[in-house]
T-cell receptor, first 115, second 118 residues
Framework: AQKVTQAQTEISVVEKEDVTLDCVYE???????LFWYKQPPSGELVFLIR??????QNEISGRYSWNFQKSTSSFNFTITASQVVDSAVYFC????????????FGTGTRLLVSP | DARVTQTPRHKVTEMGQEVTMRCQPI?????VFWYRQTMMQGLELLAY????????DSGMPKDRFSAEMPDATLATLKIQPSEPRDSAVYFC????????????????FGAGTRLSVL
């Protein structure tokens, strides 16, 4: 069975600090997809990134970066120079690679960025 | 700016009433998912469709929930009769399971329907 663990329930930082959100997953599949979604206070889920399991290159998009390590089953997300607008709940998710399958979500990490 | 549209955004109803939630997927997407978000269970899949055919509804209480896609531009989730434990945010997501690797298998979510059953 697939499982995603986000051990950090809530993180509070001050603006401009860097912050890393942890994600650890379990799956018996050899190929799979990993995702991060953002849920701002408005409530909708915003897609941030999708990574397939055979691409272990780290990715950077502006202030966001993702570190995928298959050896430790982790897919961590770092926000550099955090801003108040980054305040949200962030979800890590996993899906099978074959076909278009359901997302298995972690419990989310609430990030609070104060000015 | 293409997006998934869900209506209504909020619904308050009394126990025993029928509730219908609607979802308009992004035009051209061929896969639709329904998820439910609660404090206790987090985000969990209720059902999903590919090319309007139901593929998996194992997450749905069959006795009271039903999901359909009358056409490619509309998905519905119905609860009859509703119960207080159905209070949650219901999300619809759509995506494409064909085409370029870059575009496929990403689920785009609507803003959700917040349901309160009194």
């Amino acid at each position: 069975a697939q499982k995603v663990t986000q051990a950090q329930t809530e993180i509070s930082v001050v603006e401009k600090e860097d912050v890393t959100l942890d994600c650890v997953y379990e799956t018996r599949d050899t190929t799979y997809y990993l995702f991060w979604y953002k849920q701002p206070p408005s409530g909708e889920l915003v897609f941030l990134i999708r990574r397939n399991s055979f691409d272990e290159q780290n990715e950077i998009s502006g202030r966001y970066s993702w570190n995928f390590q298959k050896s430790t089953s982790s897919f961590n997300f770092t926000i550099t120079a955090s801003q108040v607008v980054d305040s949200a709940v962030y979800f890590c998710a996993l899906s099978e690679y074959t076909g278009f399958q359901k997302l298995v979500f972690g419990t989310g990490t609430r990030l609070l960025v104060s000015p | 700016d293409a997006r998934v549209t869900q209506t209504p955004r909020h619904k308050v109803t009394e126990m025993g009433q029928e509730v219908t939630m609607r979802c308009q997927p992004i035009l051209g997407h061929n896969t639709v998912f329904w998820y439910r978000q609660t404090m206790m269970q987090g985000l969990e899949l209720l059902a999903y469709f590919r090319n309007r055919a139901p593929l998996d509804d194992s997450g749905m209480p069959k006795d009271r929930f039903s999901a359909e896609m009358p056409d490619a531009t509309l998905a519905t989730l119905k609860i009859q009769p509703s119960e207080p434990r159905d209070s949650a945010v219901y999300f619809c997501a759509s995506g494409l399971d064909q085409g370029t690797e870059l575009a496929k298998n990403i689920q785009y979510f609507g803003a959700g329907t917040r349901l309160s059953v009194l």
